[in-house]
Structure formats: C-alpha cells, structure tokens
C-alpha cells in the first residue's frame, strides 16, 4: 500500500508543478504580447514624426507652396475644408503608396496666406492611420516671399 500512496503524491505533485509552468507561460505570453503592441507602437510613433519633419521642413524650404510641397513629398495637391493641401499616403511599412494601398496618411493643410514679400504662412500638418487614428499633429509656418 505504501508504494501505492508514493506513487500517487509523486503525480499530483508533478501536476502541481505543470500548473505552475503553464500559470508562468500564460503570464510571459501576455508580458509579450504588450511588449509587441508597444514597440509597435512606438515604431509608428518614430515613422510618423519623421515623416511629419519631412512634410514639415519641405513646406518651410519652397516658402508654404503647396504644389511644389507636393512634388517634393511625392503627394497630391488637394483642397482640404476650402483650403489648399497636400495628402501623401504611406503603406505599412511608411513608403509611399497610392490611396488604394495606404495605411497611414499624412495631411497638411495652408491656413492662411498673407500677401507681401515677409507674409507668414501658417498650416496644420498631421499624420495618422487612414482609419482616422491621429498619431502626431502639429503647426507649421513658413516665410512666404
């Protein structure tokens, strides 16, 4: 009988143990699991800022004209709420694509366009997830002349 009785704590203790292995898999699987969504989402935090300094730095170098800001992004020159823009749309992997494959979008809009030869023109740029998920937006102005 005694052999008997060894054998059966001998099983439940190695059930014991299987619970715990499986109870400290479950918790690293979802430890991983939230890492992967961060890292993911600080990567499209990365991409989107540094498409936005593009978008950004080639409003400010041909002076807030939109047409040529499109060019230099690869976009197109839109009309966005009455007002001139630039749409420039990315895939996943933050190349750009056309509208059918897009993932991400990048929008920036003219604001406002002072007349003379030291006017200020100021716009809305953002970028964001095409499902209308804004990731970064911020203003953006440049001399006009």
Same mark, same amino acid.
């Given at each position: 009988m005694s052999r008997r009785s060894k054998s059966t704590l001998f099983l439940i203790e190695q059930l014991i143990v299987v619970a715990v292995f499986a109870i400290c898999a479950a918790a690293c699987v979802r430890i991983l699991t939230a890492s992967y969504f961060m890292a993911t989402e600080a990567n499209d935090m990365s991409n989107a800022v540094r498409v936005a300094e593009s978008g950004a730095e080639s409003y400010k170098a041909v002076s807030g004209d939109m047409a040529k800001t499109a060019e230099i992004l690869e976009g197109n020159s839109v009309i966005i709420d009455g007002?001139? +823009?630039?749409?420039?749309? *990315?895939?996943?992997?933050?190349? =750009?694509? +056309?509208?059918?494959?897009? *993932?991400?979008?990048?929008?920036? =809009?003219?604001?406002?366009?002072?007349?003379?030869?030291?006017?200020?023109?100021?716009g809305e740029l953002s970028v964001g997830k095409l499902s209308g998920e804004e990731i970064i937006a911020f203003p953006v102005a440049a001399r006009g002349g």
């Open positions: 007002e001139a +823009g630039v749409i420039v749309y *990315y895939d996943n992997d933050w190349r =750009v694509c +056309g509208e059918a494959d897009a *993932y991400y979008v990048l929008r920036l =809009v003219s604001l406002s366009d002072t007349s003379g030869p030291q006017s200020l023109l100021s």
